[in-house]
């Protein structure tokens, strides 16, 4: 793996063509938007560009990738990841790409150094990396290509509130708005409408939350069976993780999302609590205060794995 920088990956985007574009399994507004951004900047440059056609992006981030699917009959000739920093983060279907990715564009710092070459920089968010390659490339963008990088940088930071935000995340999100991000409409849409199960749903977390360490912990579980009794779809669930450390006193928000195959754990953090420490106890990663990884097994035997992992990070 080489490590490149900003202006050595904007050159060898301009040294190559026919592109394929990864967004990561369970697709979020930063990998999406940074995508989208990007498949936007190089077609306009006259580049063959397309993104992966990732069958989980939900009905919220679809606008940003409608469109720029690849077209039956392209053949790629490079491989772009945006946002994904392991082998197990590759969306369904394109496991085939693992070994043949010749750009990785990421800001997780635990990136496990898959790609040929990488863009790494320990951002907020990929599209602020994805912002100012663009800005190398092309010395702007489109309203369509700033609406994209503000939804990637917004949502990642839950709209600049979270902890990882920095100077660097306001420079790149004014910037997208002065270069014609519509930024009431994309407030509006990502995060100030709720649908009403998803009301809902954020009654029945408060109102059923587990705390562990007298209150430091908070677990939010979501069964299979509760999410087919809710209705709630992923757009629903977007941002459930945030929910457990918006709760006075609670340091580390743990949110269990039972899949047929075991649990899907998102960590979320204040302070001096390193989510990615939990996480790397069960193989995953992530960043110091918002980290995810996969137990398998039940709920009851996820919770009981991550109170300990938890328990040795809080002494």
Partial sequence: MEKISIKQAAKWLLDNDDFLILTHKRPDGDTVGSAGALVRALRKLGKRSFLYENSEI????????????????FEQKKIISVDIASLSQ???GG??????????IDHHMSNSGFAERICLYDTASCGEIVFDIIMELAGGMDKDTADCIYTAVSTDTGCFAYANTTANTFRVAGQAVE?????PRLNKILFRTKTKRRADFDGYAYSNMRYYYDGRMGVNIITMDLRKEMGLTEDDLDDVASIPTGIEGVVAGITIKEQPDGCKISVRTVGDVNAN???????GGGHRQAAGCFIEGSVNEAEEKLIEAVGKELR
């Fill in 179 to 183: 270069l014609g991000a519509d930024l």
């Fill in 277 to 283: 420490n939990i996480c790397a106890a069960f193989g």
């Fill in 58 to 73: 939900t009905d919220k981030y679809m606008p940003f990738a409608q469109g720029f699917f690849a077209e039956e009959g």
């Fill in 90 to 92: 590759f969306p369904l």
């Fill in 95 to 104: 496991e085939k790409y693992r070994e043949s990715v010749d750009l990785c």
